[in-house]
């Protein structure tokens, strides 16, 4: 089996013995086939070449369970088979591709086809945000066709759609699988602009993050959250614990963190400076303005100017009343202005 996946990220990490338990897994699935004996007779290196193609594959939504069968002999694994089962029939996987495509297209209609990955990838996160619900039980949540044809999905289908139309969109991304605190979780690693950042468009959406489900009915129904946007490695490490089988790069690089590239990091204290983000974000009649500080002491400060003191009118002419909520954690201040 010649492989395809020269350009994949997780593929890349394995060895090449792996890597042809990969290809062999890839090629059955592809081809929907329905027994296949593998290169291997480990099973761990069978489950992380599937884990791998996992990774890196976001459209195999036609793939129902996958199993597999072993072949003894003294107490010895002798083969492994891989008995693929599939949700749909050839004919009804080839009319819902053309479904999930003729979505995708229109949802990336608008897209900057010409910006930079940063302007690719911020359209992406906003607009699946905006259009898709985050529904616990939602059908086919752990594939794309609840994304692009239900418009409700979970971390899976956040996931592998942002996977999806970043690599339409030309830019090299894979989903990393792995657990938050509150059980098996989904996101993504997106190479923008030459280096690489964590996306997690699933805490994005803010129906789903119970730190903010207090507060958020009193601020907006549904917004977008950026504090997972254009994310580094310590930024993701304090939530997100990936699978340790898939090795992943250290991310660094800020240039591309969202409060980074909009200048909305504050890291001395300027009221000016704040408020005048907030003076244009008013005038352009934004729904909701998210500031970012460099500590708990600079975050504390705005409150106390901005919220408490009402500092935040001496900037916004005309602004008759606000909402915001608190992320002391994160340490960023959210202002929803009442126009």
């Known amino acids: 089996v010649k492989t395809v996946s020269q350009d994949k990220y997780a593929y890349n990490t394995l060895d090449d013995k792996t890597k042809l338990v990969y290809d062999e897994i890839l090629y059955a699935i592809v081809h929907r086939e329905k027994q296949v004996q593998l290169a291997t007779t480990d099973i761990e290196e069978m489950e992380l070449a599937y884990l791998a193609v996992r990774y890196d594959y976001c459209n195999l939504f036609w793939l129902g369970q996958f199993s597999y069968v072993t072949y003894n002999r003294d107490d010895q694994i002798t083969a492994i088979e891989i008995t693929p089962e599939y949700s749909m029939t050839e004919a009804q996987q080839k009319e819902t591709q053309k479904k999930i495509d003729e979505e995708a297209d229109r949802m990336l209609a608008d897209a900057p086809e010409d910006g930079t990955d940063y302007e690719k990838a911020l359209y992406v996160f906003q607009t699946l945000i905006k259009e898709v619900d985050y529904v616990e039980d939602s059908e086919d949540n752990q594939n794309i066709i609840s994304v692009f044809l239900n418009h409700e999905t979970i971390c899976q289908g956040y996931a592998y759609a942002t996977q999806y139309l970043l690599e339409k969109l030309g830019i090299s991304c894979t989903t990393v699988i792995g657990n938050v605190s509150d059980g098996p979780h989904a996101w993504n690693l997106a190479r923008l602009d030459g280096e690489y950042y964590y996306i997690d468009t699933t805490w994005g959406n803010s129906q789903y993050l119970s730190r903010q489900s207090e507060q958020k009915e009193a601020v907006l129904s549904k917004y977008v959250d950026y504090n997972y946007f254009g994310a580094t490695t310590a930024d993701i490490m304090e939530s997100h614990t990936p699978d340790s089988r898939i ?75 606000f909402r915001y909520m608190e992320d002391m954690e994160g340490c960023v201040l959210f202002i929803a202005f009442d126009y």
């Open 247 to 321: 090795p992943l790069p250290e991310c660094t690089d800020t240039a591309d963190n969202y409060y980074v590239h909009e200048g909305r990091y504050i890291t001395e204290w300027n009221p000016d400076t704040v408020g005048t983000i907030f003076r244009h974000s008013y005038e352009a009649k934004e729904d909701m303005v998210q500031i970012k500080f460099a500590s708990v002491d600079l975050y504390e400060q705005a409150m106390q100017y901005f919220v408490e003191e009402y500092g935040i009118a001496s900037y916004c002419p005309g602004l008759s009343s």
